[in-house]
């Protein structure tokens, strides 16, 4: 039905900054929300960002001021560009769908050593 595939993830310093992609198999124009969500070895899953067909944005607490979640609708892919990374950031983050069914993608990697 929708397939999700994450990438951007990799190894930065404190600091720095990656932008994260999340290209989906068809449109995401009329996807009610599109999502990241990040899971620490040992936690749980949290929300870190999300944006709704609309344009709606809501960030976590964590990442607001670093953080920017957009889509380009033409190019079926929702961004996160992460800013001024901290090691806390470090973990797998993972693209979210929720339309009639929720989607997920595999995660890509995010490291950020101090």
């Known amino acids: 039905q929708l397939q999700l595939v994450e990438s951007g993830g990799g190894l930065v310093q404190a600091g720095g900054s990656l932008r994260l992609s999340c290209a989906a198999s068809r449109s995401i124009s009329s996807i009610n929300i599109m999502g990241w969500h990040r899971q620490a070895p040992g936690k749980q899953r949290e929300l870190v960002a999300y944006?709704?067909?609309?344009?709606?944005?809501g960030y976590a607490d964590f990442v607001k001021g670093r953080f920017t979640i957009s889509r380009d609708n033409a190019k079926n892919t929702v961004y996160l560009q992460m800013n001024s990374l901290k090691p806390e950031d470090t973990a797998v983050y993972y693209c979210k769908a929720v339309l009639d069914f929720v989607s997920w993608g595999q995660g890509t990697q995010v490291t950020v050593s101090s």
């Open positions: 944006i709704s067909s609309g344009g709606s944005t």
